[in-house]
């Protein structure tokens, strides 16, 4: 990789984890916030909704916005909007202004993933260069995931809820400055100006359309794991630090194979990975229901962290490839709208499912959807290998 574009990683995955910490930052403290203050756990059901909600409804717009702004501009105003937000809380830390900074703060995650998720594409030369910058780009939700609720966790611990929501608010301007020196790749340019139909015409095509149906299935694992565990744990009789342990394992699983895939972008192809990825997950889901013990849970979890944690930088890299360079950021859009979608319903779902055929049961049929699509991650192995990709669409 590139001396320059190394540098631009660096500066891109700071100002990204300055964005992303403070959602889930507030995504951790806020919920915690109203069961402290007596609010039902429905309550705190719909406040954990708005956080993808904005995602949903955003998600198209940020793509446009992005292809006609480049990075600088998402970024500046994410900020803003985030800190906003945040600050609110701090002023008025009451139920429905937690639920006004879980939009925003959801909002602002959104302008600013895609925009820098369509600038990384632009950055890449060649497919394995492709691979490589989203592998890395990929580790910055993975920290803050880990940073931004340890962090918000310490100060409601030793100087409240306001102490914790003003660190918070106070990190997104952090991302202005760690991107100000990163060039920009292209914002308005003649090609955006082409005619185009709606966003949704990207559909049409085939292998777009396997590639989003391959990324909400994975990602309705990512949100099956994440619910179910608990569910599971209680039943078997766990305790709640056994219970984080093994999602624990999960996520430090996840971020090492992304630290790894940098370095074997070169021999790896993106159908491949993700297929392989869709069958392990299918067994591992399988096996999931079967063990008892807290280490046996423990080392599945870890497995599947690695599993779903290789498979975000090989869609990103195909999504690169497979639509025109014009339209990556509705394309960025569609696939956000999709799994932030999919991050407000499936739970209810599931939630109804294992109502009716147990724990179990929800992940055996999950399981075995997953396993029965991986033929059409096998088939994104033919994706183009050129960043631009082919440019059937309009």
């Not at 717009?61 to 501009?73: D, F, K, V």
């Not at 310490?154 to 301007?173: E, K």
């Not at 192809?269 to 999931?288: C, D, H, N, P, S």
Request: proline share 5%; charged share 10%.
């Amino acid at each position: 990789m590139r001396p320059g574009t190394r540098t631009a990683l660096v500066r891109l995955i700071g100002a990204q984890i300055c964005v992303h910490a403070c959602m889930t930052g507030f995504r951790m403290a806020a919920p915690l916030m109203a069961l402290r203050e007596g609010h039902s756990a429905a309550a705190v059901g719909v406040l954990l909704a708005l956080f993808a909600l904005a995602q949903v409804f955003l998600a198209l717009p940020a793509g446009r916005y992005a292809e006609h702004h480049g990075l600088q501009r998402p970024f500046v105003l994410a900020s803003v909007v985030a800190t906003a937000g945040g600050l609110c809380s701090v002023a008025w830390p009451h139920f429905g202004v937690l639920c006004a900074t879980a939009l925003t703060s959801g909002a602002a995650v959104c302008l600013a993933m895609i925009a820098l998720q369509r600038h990384v594409g632009h950055m890449a030369q060649d497919a394995t260069e492709l691979r490589q910058v989203f592998s890395w780009v990929a580790i910055g939700p993975s920290l803050s995931n880990f940073l931004g609720p340890f962090v918000a966790g310490l100060l409601i611990d030793a100087s409240g809820f306001r102490a914790a929501y003003l660190l918070l608010a106070l990190l997104p301007p952090l991302a202005w400055w760690w991107i100000r020196g990163v060039p920009e790749h292209g914002g308005a340019s003649p090609d955006v100006e082409r005619p185009r139909g709606s966003a949704w015409d990207l559909l049409r095509d085939r292998s777009f359309r396997h590639l989003m149906l391959v990324n909400w299935m994975l990602s309705s694992c990512w949100d099956v794991h994440t619910f179910l565990v608990p569910v599971l744990g209680h039943e078997r009789g766990l305790s709640a630090t056994v219970i984080g342990s093994i999602l624990g394992g999960f996520a430090i699983a996840a971020t090492a194979i992304r630290l790894l895939m940098p370095w074997l972008a070169s021999h790896l192809r993106e159908g491949t990975v993700i297929a392989t990825a869709m069958v392990g997950t299918a067994l591992l889901f399988a096996l999931y229901p079967l063990v008892h013990v807290a280490w046996a849970m423990g080392l599945l979890s870890a497995l599947l962290g690695l599993a779903l944690g290789s498979v975000q930088p090989m869609v990103m890299s195909t999504l690169h490839q497979i639509t025109p360079k014009h339209r990556h950021g509705e394309a960025l859009g569609l696939r956000s709208m999709a799994i932030n979608g999919s991050s407000v319903v499936m739970p209810l779902l599931f939630g109804s499912v294992g109502a009716l055929v147990g724990i179990a049961g929800v992940f055996w049929v999950v399981g075995a959807v997953v396993g029965a699509g991986a033929h059409l991650a096998w088939g994104l192995r033919r994706a183009g290998a050129t960043p631009a990709g082919p440019q059937r669409l309009p």
